[in-house]
């Protein structure tokens, strides 16, 4: 083993500014809060991006610090971020001289009071382990990203993939890139271009579509001599901050290299803005199209407005209503957040019938509660391990789970939010997703790593949601205007807006 120390950290999350639940401790601690060697049980083996490091790492002496994650909700309070924070620092300063540092980080964090709280975070850490520790991060292709994270460190790693499913890929590339810098001491040079564009993420999946074409001009641009890495950011648009949007980051090994090639990938991406625009048919539309189209295999309605990745509360009641109407052996909802729903069902046991109150709790303005009389069929702890590529092999946990019958329709309902993005979500319980014919998902676009193989088609529908795919429908006050497409812009690359980071 070598004598460098590397120091490992993990501050995780994606918050709504239009989202009524703010995000508390509790929900990290819920999710994931780990401090020192508690990190190589929940991350070792994992397809994340921690997962990546502690591979990379294993010549090397590793220093755990903290890692804190929560599933993306609504703005993180003050006191949830100052905690982790404190936590962070603590480590820090009890972990000894460091040779560098990795962290993943999500880059859509919002806090009380603190517009740009990665680029926060990172000063802390600098003022901490001082300017010459080389410090490598991992981002989200989500990630509304501040020049002002470049001051901290030019290694910033974007995922290049949605579903995400090259986490663990960028975390091995921000060690590999960390390691070469601690060896060799390498001087990267990063250059940034924030385009003034909110982009709905639905039409972002890169399998497809305008941001594949993206992503292949990134991966064609790190072919070129002295381009190190490239990152495209589709931003967040649900975080009303003023560096939301949609950014370019390109790290090289000298500062022109990097500004040319940042330039042009900057207007690549502007001139194809439109195509990520795209109108969604209602529930009923998506309803009906699902009945018109034979199909071997499942067909998905994707409920992409109520997503609980992109901080849907879970529990909007629209689609749900629309698929009890229908009442058609062969269908199955879920997962629906309702622990109230469950408790009930817990207390009537499996093979009887309870009256429920269906979702519309957290978010009733969106849907109110569905009265119902349902058969417990199946309950659970609500704990499995993703099978899928999407987070492979990470334990979740969704905090209880009933499995009930309303008509013909099968419905699962889980303790807490969870997007529907692996199928042992219903399977752990004892639902075969694989032999539905339609399907009602509360997920978007990472689930269909997993589900993409079972199902036979998707059809995302525009039900109401914090999540909406129509961006005009909230009242942003700190996003930077004009933005496209929320008014017509004209993009100058070299412009430079001045913005506040804080309240
Ligand atoms: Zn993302």
Same mark, same amino acid.
């Given at each position: 083993?070598?004598?460098?120390?590397?120091g490992?950290?993990?501050?995780?999350?994606?918050?709504?500014?239009?989202?009524?639940?703010?995000? *508390?401790?509790? %929900?990290?601690?819920?999710?994931?809060?780990f401090?020192?060697?508690?990190?190589?049980?929940?991350?070792?083996?994992?397809k994340t991006?921690?997962?990546?490091?502690? =591979?990379?790492?294993?010549?090397?002496?590793?220093?755990?610090?903290?890692?804190?994650?929560?599933?993306?909700?609504?703005?993180?309070?003050?006191?949830a971020?100052?905690?982790?924070?404190?936590q962070?620092? %603590?480590?820090?300063?009890?972990?000894?001289?460091?040779?560098?540092?990795?962290?993943?980080?999500?880059?859509?964090?919002?806090?009380?009071?603190?517009?740009?709280?990665?680029?926060h975070?990172?000063?802390?850490?600098?003022?901490?382990?001082g300017?010459?520790?080389?410090?490598a991060?991992?981002?989200?292709?989500?990630?509304?990203?501040?020049?002002?994270?470049l001051?901290?460190?030019?290694?910033?790693?974007?995922?290049?993939?949605?579903?995400?499913v090259?986490m663990?890929?960028?975390?091995?590339?921000a060690?590999?890139?960390?390691?070469?810098?601690?060896? *060799?001491?390498?001087?990267?040079?990063?250059?940034?271009?924030?385009?003034?564009?909110?982009?709905?993420?639905?039409?972002?999946?890169?399998?497809?579509?305008?941001?594949k074409?993206?992503?292949?001009?990134?991966?064609?641009?790190?072919?070129?001599?002295?381009?190190?890495?490239v990152?495209?950011?589709?931003?967040?648009?649900?975080? =009303?901050? $003023?560096?939301?949007?949609?950014?370019?980051?390109?790290t090289?090994?000298? $500062?022109e290299?990097?500004?040319?090639?940042?330039?042009?990938?900057?207007?690549?991406? /502007?001139s194809?803005?439109?195509?990520?625009?795209?109108?969604?048919p209602?529930?009923e539309?998506?309803?009906?199209?699902a009945?018109?189209?034979? !199909?071997?295999q499942p067909?998905?309605l994707?409920?992409?407005?109520?997503?609980?990745?992109?901080?849907?509360? &879970?529990?909007?009641?629209?689609?749900?209503?629309?698929?009890?109407k229908?009442?058609?052996?062969?269908?199955?909802? &879920?997962?629906?957040?309702?622990?109230e729903?469950?408790k009930?069902?817990?207390q009537?046991?499996?093979?009887?019938?309870?009256?429920?109150?269906?979702?519309?709790?957290?978010?009733p303005?969106?849907g109110?509660?569905?009265?119902? *009389?349902?058969?417990?069929?199946?309950?659970?702890?609500?704990?499995?391990?993703?099978?899928?590529?999407?987070?492979q %092999?990470?334990k979740?946990?969704?905090?209880?789970?009933?499995h009930?019958?309303?008509?013909?329709?099968?419905?699962?309902?889980?303790?807490?939010?969870? !997007?529907?993005?692996?199928?042992e979500?219903?399977? %752990?319980?004892g639902?075969? $997703?694989e032999?539905?014919?339609?399907?009602?998902?509360?997920?978007?676009?990472?689930?269909?790593?997993?589900? *993409?193989p079972?199902?036979?088609?998707?059809?995302?529908?525009?039900?109401?949601g914090v999540?909406?795919?129509?961006?005009?429908?909230?009242?942003?006050?700190?996003?930077?205007?004009?933005? /496209?497409?929320?008014?017509?812009?004209k993009?100058?690359?070299?412009?430079r807006?001045?913005e506040? /980071?804080?309240?």
């Open positions: 083993m070598s004598s460098y120390r590397i490992i950290a993990f501050f995780y999350h994606e918050s709504h500014s239009f989202s009524p639940l703010k995000t *508390e401790i509790e %929900h990290f601690v819920q999710e994931g809060y401090v020192g060697t508690e990190i190589y049980k929940a991350y070792s083996g994992t991006e921690v997962g990546g490091f502690l =591979d990379v790492l294993k010549q090397v002496e590793i220093v755990p610090l903290v890692c804190a994650a929560a599933v993306p909700s609504g703005i993180v309070s003050s006191e971020y100052h905690i982790i924070e404190k962070m620092l %603590h480590s820090l300063t009890h972990a000894g001289p460091l040779d560098g540092l990795l962290i993943a980080l999500h880059g859509a964090m919002v806090v009380e009071h603190l517009f740009d709280p990665e680029a975070l990172l000063s802390q850490i600098r003022s901490c382990i300017s010459d520790v080389p410090i991060t991992t981002l989200d292709m989500h990630a509304n990203i501040s020049e002002d994270m001051t901290y460190t030019p290694l910033h790693f974007g995922f290049k993939t949605y579903p995400h090259d663990y890929e960028q975390g091995v590339n060690a590999r890139a960390l390691l070469t810098q601690v060896k *060799e001491s390498a001087i990267y040079y990063a250059s940034f271009k924030k385009m003034p564009m909110l982009l709905p993420s639905i039409n972002m999946r890169t399998a497809e579509g305008p941001m074409k993206m992503i292949d001009l990134a991966k064609q641009a790190e072919q070129e001599a002295d381009v190190y890495n990152s495209i950011f589709g931003g967040f648009p649900y975080s =009303d901050i $003023p560096i939301a949007g949609a950014s370019v980051l390109v090289a090994l000298n $500062p290299t990097a500004e040319k090639t940042a330039k042009k990938l900057a207007s690549q991406f /502007w194809i803005k439109e195509e990520f625009i795209v109108d969604l209602t529930v539309e998506g309803l009906q199209t009945l018109k189209r034979s !199909s071997e067909i998905v994707a409920d992409i407005a109520d997503n609980p990745l992109s901080c849907g509360s &879970g529990d909007t009641t629209e689609l749900l209503e629309y698929m009890l229908l009442n058609m052996p062969g269908t199955l909802f &879920g997962g629906l957040y309702d622990p729903s469950i009930q069902c817990v009537a046991g499996v093979g009887n019938y309870v009256s429920l109150s269906l979702g519309g709790k957290v978010s303005e969106f109110k509660p569905v009265e119902v *009389e349902a058969k417990v069929i199946g309950l659970s702890e609500g704990e499995f391990y993703n099978s899928g590529p999407f987070n %092999h990470l979740v946990n969704v905090k209880g789970a009933a009930i019958r309303v008509g013909e329709l099968d419905i699962l309902l889980i303790g807490r939010p969870v !997007s529907a993005n692996d199928p979500l219903f399977r %752990h319980i639902i075969e $997703p032999t539905k014919k339609i399907i009602g998902l509360k997920a978007k676009n990472h689930f269909r790593a997993a589900f *993409e079972l199902v036979g088609s998707i059809i995302y529908v525009d039900a109401p999540a909406s795919n129509r961006l005009t429908t909230f009242k942003y006050q700190h996003i930077p205007k004009p933005i /496209w497409p929320l008014q017509d812009v993009y100058e690359s070299e412009k807006r001045k506040k /980071w804080m309240h």
